[in-house]
């Protein structure tokens, strides 16, 4: 039963994924803080949070929904910034296509709990 957003597994994966993220740009170059490496952590952080918004506000189903959809394009935002550090030459092919995977995984657990979520 889920009693809170913490026992949401979508969540779980994607408070990893942003803490993942933000432990890899602790490498990125100085230069990059307040351009890349402030977006990927901020759109990476953002899934984890729309969801615990959306979570408080699930009384009023379409709130819940839309903060998933808010969420569902934070996924999308931090794979195209995961694609830009590797072209970038800040990751490696393999880091980039593990993240992209998990951020993919993410994104269809989004996309199924907002077509089943019932309040």
Known sequence: MIKSYKDLE????????????????RNFPKEEV?????????SSRSVSANITEG??????ENEFKRHLIYA???TAETERWIKISLECGYISKEKSKSLTEKVNVVGKMLTKLDQNWRT
Request: charged share 20%; glycine share 2%; with cysteine.
């Open 34 to 42: 307040y351009s890349l490496t402030s977006q990927i952590v901020r």
């Open 72 to 74: 569902l394009g934070s």
């Open 10 to 25: 979508v969540y779980c994966l994607s408070f990893e994924l942003a803490m993942e993220i933000f432990e890899l740009t």
């Open 55 to 60: 979570w408080a506000k699930r009384r009023c």
